[in-house]
């Protein structure tokens, strides 16, 4: 069992930068790969991007590629998402995951997910 939390969300204005962290516990962070979803309302949970154990493979969404970075400190448990240049339509509820280690785009390929943050962007 992992259990994951979000933070750092918020509202920003178009064009601003946002940071989100993911606290991970329950098992040996440095053996799990990680991604990160979005949902906006209404909407279906979508892929924004994945990062390998080690860190040093990544895969991202081609709306955010260019302007979000995934990173993570193995040291602190941690996962980051750091959001620039951000759009309206990058608002949405973020949600870190635990991966099967594929970097899949595939929600379903992710098995523990944490409980969301809440990212606003206004025009």
């Known amino acids: 069992q992992v259990q994951l939390v979000e933070s750092g969300g918020g509202l920003v204005q178009a064009g601003g930068s946002l940071r989100l962290s993911c606290a991970a516990s329950?098992?040996?962070?440095?053996?799990?790969?990680m991604g990160w979803f979005r949902q906006a309302l209404g909407q279906e949970r979508e892929f924004v991007s994945a990062?390998?154990?080690?860190?040093?493979?990544?895969v991202y969404a081609d709306s955010v590629r260019g302007r979000f970075t995934i990173s993570r400190d193995n040291a602190k448990n941690t996962l980051y998402l750091q959001m620039n240049n951000l759009q309206p339509e990058d608002t949405a509820v973020y949600y870190c995951?635990?991966?099967?280690?594929?970097?899949?785009?595939?929600?379903?390929?992710?098995?523990?997910w944490g409980q969301g943050a809440q990212v606003t962007v206004s025009p």
């Open positions: 995951a635990v991966g099967d280690g594929s970097l899949s785009r595939l929600a379903r390929k992710y098995y523990y």
């Open positions: 329950g098992r040996t962070f440095s053996d799990i790969a």
């Open positions: 990062i390998s154990r080690s860190g040093t493979s990544t």
